[in-house]
């Protein structure tokens, strides 16, 4: 079993929601910033959230206000919470953990959680 693990992906109708959990070891949960990125084929990988050990937050462009990220202490999971769902959001969406503060190099990845959105 690797260090994250997702679950929560699926399908929904556009302008649904849908909460995506990230389970991580308690070294990794305690220590690390934890984020959730997205990729569709052919496109770069993209910050969706992220969050520290502390509780502070960021969010990247692509769905801000749209996402809330959280953190629960003591089941040592990550949780992203997306709602007004668009058929762009359609993409593989994973976790991962990094020491670096500037979030730039991650360190550890889940395998990652098919989101599919119809119209």
């Known amino acids: 079993q690797g260090q994250l693990e997702e679950t929560g992906g699926g399908s929904v109708q556009a302008g649904g929601s849908l909460r995506l959990s990230c389970a991580a070891s308690g070294r990794i949960f305690s220590t690390y910033i934890i984020g959730w990125f997205r990729q569709v084929p052919g496109n770069e990988r993209e910050m969706v959230a992220a969050?520290?050990?502390?509780?502070?937050?960021a969010y990247g462009d692509a769905m801000k206000g749209r996402v809330t990220i959280s953190r629960d202490n003591i089941k040592n999971t990550v949780t992203l919470q997306m709602n007004s769902l668009t058929l762009e959001d359609t993409a593989a969406y994973y976790c991962a953990a990094t020491s670096d503060s500037d979030l730039v190099g991650w360190d550890f990845w889940g395998q990652g959680t098919q989101v599919t959105v119809s119209s």
């Open positions: 969050i520290t050990s502390g509780g502070r937050r």
